[in-house]
DNA sequence: ATGAAAGCGCTAACAT
DNA sequence: ATGTTAGCGCTTTCAT
């Protein structure tokens, strides 16, 4: 059996609540001088001897509060999962509160049982899922990343809508008219994707006609980005340009041009979507459009909606800009 | 305020025991009739209406029983984990089980507080673990995965020690006498790893004398085992064939070698370790040793251990075998 | 077949 | 400064 804080409190020959308010840090009373010095050192003591760990269930059932957040990344394997898992756990781990990753495409059966402090979902664009947001909010705050859905009890994070995604494809209209784009299947509820329709618009813009043997569709998945990639280039009439909807795309876009014996951007430029670290660190480093301290903000907010009080939910709104790097260098005459 | 299965009750003019009976899905009595079809449908019915949601924190406090399994994985971009993490995630779900990833280095400190039925642990090898690991033990299933660890308390799962990872090395020396090597950094705590080991032992057996230059070091991240890879193809003398203590160090290394104009296997030839379903889709397809269902078996080890009445714990070992690729074929002799 | 009630470990309001 | 105690939501034993 397990040692409670009974155990310690007659180990340590105190009450039960005076063990409570030492081990969780709280004082004794409100204005008093608190538990003394000799009190709380007998009873560290004792806990440390018993070897006593809080159990985080009964604690949660007097407070409400799980000490959990939870991260519902979808594509574990995309460098943006990682990057937000990383910057999340780390600011997490400083306040006292543990963070775990919900691999699960079925988020919805997953989150029905467990409760967390809050949750943040990374994937939420199915029908139906708002209104299932809606419920999952009145029991945990719960932050959503999505580009269509508006705050309902939950709060909303999304790029800036407008022009910002545009700007790769306009970096790339300057000095390319063969632009490819690889993006997930086109077909999906909801209408056309803002990244996919950044490409459209993009080459509407710059007087580029639409070639659709220029679109390659790939499943979220590193693998078959990767093929599409390779489909896209090893047509006779290959673009001399590949915008990716993604920055894991975009990465496996390069490793399908240098598969294929092309130099990037000499032979194709290449753009991502999303700013992470791996684009960044890459070589030829690679040139993407993205939110300036996208992972920090986020985990800032998710703590802030933590362990804050009841806030009306909102929209965050990050602004985007264009990081041009070696994968799509700018063009001479834009240099001089 | 969240419903509770007090107001189902009253909802359903019934009591809280018979609600919890319904929803739980046990009989009311050991052996008698159980609930009435006409009770449980009301019962059903009220908790639709108020959108009841059990507590799992007030069950877990009653029960012991989380519902939760932690799977504690330090290197989540590698393949691996998510080969891990797909396969456990899948098996949980149908148990209804619910199956998270702690993505964090320090999971001694994250998992103090956490509770969980059963935890996996897939880096465990700091001096001090073993004895962290059997105090966590007492408080809930522990299955670790290590070569050096021996069970106490939990389980350990790791290969079948002995000539296993050796064959990968055998395999190369059958072709090439210019054999390099990634590894971890080899001083560490806890002596020399097996994989390593595995490298320096093939050498000897092959009758191959080892060249400390042709040893490349990194850390456990696949940008850095892309850079180490770099390091040892650009030497003047670079070797002909590479063994990498992990499927995704030797998939760095396939791209390295691409990035260097040099074809697998032709110019060099590549080996991995782990068996890897990202190896096996790539092309060229990585030849590697690794275990045969591990990541099947792996996930209903653990939701035995997360179901399951108390069992002595054990060493659960996996018989590995070569699996020769593209990457490095087998030798024309060998073919004949 | 159903209900009453104890109690899991902990916190927090209140009493001393 | 410390102790007493109610009660969080649920399961489970024991009555009826």
């Given at each position: 059996m397990r040692p409670t804080i009974k155990l310690v409190a007659s180990e340590a020959g105190v009450s039960t609540a005076t063990v409570s308010y030492v081990l969780s840090g709280r004082p004794g009373s409100a204005s008093g001088p608190g538990v003394s010095a000799g009190t709380i050192e007998r009873v560290q003591a004792a806990a440390q001897k018993l070897g006593y760990r809080p159990n985080q269930a009964a604690r949660t059932i007097r407070t409400g509060k799980t000490n959990l957040m939870v991260l519902s990344l979808t594509l574990l394997s995309d460098p943006w999962s990682l990057s937000v898992s990383r910057a999340v756990s780390a600011a997490a781990q400083r306040k006292g509160i543990t963070s775990m990753i919900?691999?699960?495409?079925?988020w919805r059966t997953a989150l029905a049982n467990q409760n967390a402090d809050v949750v943040f979902i990374d994937d939420a664009g199915l029908d139906g899922d708002a209104e299932l947001l809606a419920e999952m909010a009145q029991r945990q705050k719960l932050v959503v990343f999505s580009e269509t859905l508006e705050p309902n009890g939950f709060d909303v994070i999304r790029s800036v809508t407008g022009l910002t995604y545009s700007l790769a494809v306009d970096h790339l209209a300057r000095t390319h008219r063969r632009i490819g784009c690889l993006t997930y299947p086109r077909a999906r509820a909801g209408g056309r994707s803002v990244r996919y329709g950044a490409y459209v618009d993009g080459l509407e813009r710059a007087g580029i006609a639409f070639r659709e043997d220029y679109v390659a569709e790939f499943v979220p998945d590193p693998i078959s980005a990767f093929e599409a990639a390779m489909t896209l280039l090893q047509r006779p009439d290959r673009p001399t340009a590949i915008y990716a909807i993604a920055d894991y795309a975009a990465i496996a876009v390069v490793h399908a041009a240098q598969r294929l014996q092309l130099r990037v951007p000499e032979d194709v430029a290449v753009m991502g979507v999303g700013n992470t670290m791996e684009g960044e660190l890459m070589t030829p480093s690679l040139s993407t459009v993205g939110p300036v301290d996208f992972f920090d903000r986020l985990a800032d907010f998710l703590l802030s909606r933590a362990e804050g009080t009841a806030e009306a939910p909102q929209v965050l709104e990050f602004p985007w800009r264009l990081f041009v790097r070696d994968s799509a260098p700018a063009a001479e005459r834009d240099r001089s």
């Open positions: 919900l691999a699960d495409a079925d």
